[in-house]
């Protein structure tokens, strides 16, 4: 039976909160999207009329998509040109979701994101679905086809693995920008011994370049190996000119709702840095420049008014 206009107003109006479930799930735009499209057509082919809890029902049938997305994912990651890192998202990006409180904005953090990545399907699907949108165990046990107690064990496993690698103590939004402003003037003034006082002794950088801009297949561990490759990235050269088609942009924002540094070559988005700041200094440079997965982000940056550069890169 076709869907009438009220049943695809139902569906139309989750969708914001099932995009931002998938991206959390996956940690991919594109993949998100299609994980909610296909949730729609299995709603085009439900009967509706019979579905008690419309967002129940959607709910459970993303969910599991997502879970078979991850398992796949896992497969197709262990073949990705070097660094695989989630697609970021930029301020006010819809797809970010649920922002109230700490553990949701942590949830969605790029840091977290990436940390997520070595949870199993379903310690990610559990640890989702109760910290970023609150689901309480018995209904996150029918989404997922677990008993209660299950899903319980499998949330305290998910945070002990996240725990693990998470940084030091954390520092506050007006703080963390100025150490960014630090860092910058620190990277473009050419001087490593400037950037070292600002790192963590074991800072890490990674780069993902899907391939098809060069990045580092392995991270930069350690202050001064960090420190000189921020040194040469912030360096003129005309060959980085040409690889993306001019000199960048540079822009101080937010990407996850943490720090991040976005170059931007007319109108297109070609990086972004989020960068881990503890109190110790910034532990950690995650650096997007996989074409592929910063159009979302162009598309956001487009429709924003961002003032005026910092200034131009390379």
Not at 91 to 108: F, I, K, N
Not at 131 to 140: D, L, Q, T, V
Request: proline share 5%.
């Amino acid at each position: 039976m076709p869907l009438t206009p009220e049943d695809v107003e139902r569906f139309e109006s989750a969708r914001p909160r099932l995009e931002a479930l998938a991206y959390r799930l996956l940690g991919s735009v594109g993949e998100a999207e299609d994980a909610v499209q296909e949730t729609f057509l299995r709603w085009q082919g439900a009967d509706v009329e019979a579905v008690r809890v419309p967002e129940a029902w959607l709910t459970k049938v993303l969910t599991n998509l997502c879970l078979n997305q991850l398992t796949s994912a896992r497969a197709r990651r262990e073949t990705y040109v070097g660094e695989w890192l989630p697609e970021p998202l930029l301020a006010g990006d819809p797809m970010l979701g649920p922002a109230d409180t700490a553990v949701q904005r942590e949830s969605v953090s790029y840091a977290v994101l990436t940390l997520m990545e070595r949870l199993t399907p379903h310690e990610r699907a559990v640890y989702v679905l109760r910290e970023a949108f609150g689901y309480p165990h018995r209904e996150i046990a029918g989404i997922v086809g677990l008993s209660e107690a299950a899903s319980q064990q499998i949330l305290h496993r998910a945070k002990r693995h996240l725990d693990a690698g998470r940084p030091r103590r954390e520092i506050d939004a007006a703080a963390a920008r100025r150490v960014v402003e630090e860092f910058l003037a620190a990277a473009t003034s050419g001087r490593t011994e400037l950037l070292v006082e600002l790192l963590t002794t074991d800072a890490v950088a990674i780069g993902d370049g899907g391939g098809q801009v060069p990045a580092r297949t392995k991270a930069f561990e350690g202050a001064t190996a960090v420190a000189r490759f921020m040194r040469g990235l912030f360096k003129p050269a005309a060959a980085k000119r040409n690889l993306v088609g001019g000199s960048p942009e540079v822009y101080l924002t937010s990407a996850n709702g943490g720090p991040a540094v976005v170059a931007v070559v007319e109108g297109r988005v070609v990086g972004v840095m989020c960068l881990e700041i503890t109190d110790e200094g910034i532990a950690a440079f995650r650096n997007q420049v996989n074409p592929d997965k910063l159009r979302r982000a162009t598309g956001t940056w487009a429709a924003g008014d961002h003032g005026k550069p910092l200034f131009h890169a390379f």
